[in-house]
């Protein structure tokens, strides 16, 4: 699940991996847990997601590659987070081959209605990364980031693109009409 913070992919990725019965695995998620719990990894990761940059590769891969080889993830998985730049998405191609995954799900939104609705998340949630500075790193960073995955994924033939505007039902539906496809 591909796109910017803000557009919904962690709603709709929970939704959609409960829906066809694989793990959703989130790596902002594991990372939360991680600093919540105040593992080696979470004390290392702490200070860049508050800043709404990056958490270096080799922790995060590390992080990807033990969570995927998991018995649970044996029969699929919904990565959500992951890959977030051309170098983690090689990592996943050398770690399991070229069929590590098999489409990547871009949820598109206007990056207007981004800020507003993370500012938002941030004042019902509490999440320290939702305040506008950070916010605005954030996108800065998913556009030079992580933007150019969409171009890697096409001319591979693996993206679909699903618009992220609307009800989460509505978005919904539009995904699992791109899987059925
Ligand atoms: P969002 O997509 O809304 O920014 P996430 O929960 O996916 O939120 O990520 C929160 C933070 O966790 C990111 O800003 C980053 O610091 C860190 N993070 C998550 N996934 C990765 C990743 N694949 N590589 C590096 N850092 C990551």
């Given at each position: 699940m591909l796109g910017p913070p803000g557009a919904g992919k962690g709603t709709q990725a929970e939704r959609l991996a409960r829906a066809i019965g694989i793990p959703h695995l989130s790596t902002g998620d594991m990372l939360r847990t991680n600093v919540a719990n105040d593992t080696d990894l979470g004390r290392q990761a702490k200070a860049f997601m508050e800043a709404g940059d990056l958490v270096p590769d080799e922790l995060v891969t590390a992080m990807v590659i033990d969570r995927l080889a998991q018995d649970d993830a044996a029969c699929g998985y919904l990565l959500d987070g992951?890959?977030?730049n051309p170098a983690q998405a090689q990592s996943l191609v050398d770690a399991f081959?070229?069929?590590?995954?098999e489409l990547a799900l871009l949820l598109e939104v206007d990056p207007d209605e981004l800020v507003q609705r993370l500012v938002l998340r941030g004042q019902e949630q509490?999440?320290?990364?939702?305040t506008e500075a950070v916010i605005r790193n954030r996108l800065a960073v998913y556009e030079e980031q992580t933007a150019p995955l969409v171009e890697y994924y096409e001319s591979a033939g693996r993206l679909a693109r699903v618009?992220?505007?609307?009800?989460i039902p509505e978005i919904f539906g539009r995904l699992i009409e791109v899987l059925a496809a």
């Open positions: 992951y890959p977030r081959g070229e069929e590590v995954l509490g999440r320290s990364d939702d618009e992220g505007l609307g009800t």
